[in-house]
Structure formats: structure tokens, C-alpha cells
């Protein structure tokens, strides 16, 4: 097909590029709370989205969680940060900064009521704790059982 002089190029050609195009002018991803929402106790992961990598360097700040350094990685400027038991639920701000006088956004994360599913130290110590128990009486009872034997 000819246009005048200029032959048109395949359509498919013209879709790639168009597309790569619009690829290399799209902005950085958006920064990362995951998951979201959460429960206190539980682990999350911060990322900026690649929007910090020009910087070589960021922070997450929360009044959750407070200053947290974020490390590069392999999508950015990434963090894992555990939410402490404490934390009341309802949607708390986490601001990102790009090293400093670097660009700042927010993203917020969810808090439920809850808790982390699993044991925690004292549970932990109160199971031992009974283990030791039943483990003295069978102890005690098997001795009293011989010396009746006996």
C-alpha cells in the first residue's frame, strides 16, 4: 500500500513501536505496601517501585512502624518491616523519600483487628512448661507403680 510516495510500514511494526514508546514515557511504578491489609504482628513489604532508584537511596516512614532504611533490590528500593502488636487498626500513611531533597509520595495500609496466627513465646513457654508436668507425673507414677511391685 503507498501513500503518495512513502510506502506505509506492516501495522503490527507500527503497534510495537507505538507501544514501546508509550513504555519508555510511563512513569515508575507505583510504590509498594504488601499486603494490604494487615493485621498487627504481621510482616510487610515496602517498596518504592523503582521510583528511588536514580537517587541510590530511600526511607519509609510510618507512625506504625517509624524510620525504616530501604535496601536495593531487584524491582528498587526495597524493605520487609514487621507491624507491631500494638498497632491500632485503621488506615495509617507511609511516606517514601528518595534520598534527602529527593522526591517524597505516600501510600497508607490497613490495619484489621486481629492477630497473627501462630505461637509466640509465651505459648511457646506454657506448652513446654506443661510438657515438663506431665512428663515429672508419669515419671512419679511409674516409680510409685515399681516400688508397689516390689
Known amino acids: 500500500m503507498k501513500l503518495g510516495s512513502v510506502k506505509l510500514a506492516h501495522p503490527a511494526v507500527l503497534v510495537l513501536l507505538g507501544a514501546a514508546a508509550l513504555g519508555a514515557a510511563a512513569p515508575a511504578a507505583p510504590a509498594r505496601v504488601e499486603p494490604d491489609p494487615v493485621v498487627a504482628g504481621q510482616r510487610v ?25 530501604l535496601r ?12 507491631p ?6 488506615r495509617h500513611t507511609v511516606t517514601f523519600r ?10 497508607t ?9 501462630g505461637v509466640d513465646v509465651p505459648q511457646a513457654a506454657g506448652g513446654l512448661a506443661l510438657l515438663v508436668l506431665a512428663g515429672g507425673a508419669a515419671y512419679l507414677l511409674r516409680r510409685r507403680g515399681a516400688a508397689a511391685r516390689s
Not at 536495593?72 to 507491624?83: E, I, K, Q, Y
Not at 502488636?85 to 485503621?90: D, H, K, L, W, Y
Not at 495500609?109 to 496466627?117: A, Q
Open 45 to 69: 513489604h515496602l517498596g518504592d517501585g523503582g521510583r528511588c532508584a536514580d537517587a541510590g537511596a530511600a526511607r519509609a516512614d510510618s507512625t506504625l512502624f517509624g524510620p525504616v532504611t
Open 72 to 83: 536495593p533490590g531487584a524491582h528498587g528500593m526495597a524493605a520487609d518491616v514487621r507491624v
Open 85 to 90: 502488636e500494638r498497632a491500632a487498626p485503621g
Open 98 to 107: 528518595c534520598a534527602p531533597g529527593g522526591e517524597t509520595f505516600t501510600e
Open 109 to 117: 495500609l490497613t490495619v484489621r483487628r486481629g492477630r497473627v496466627e
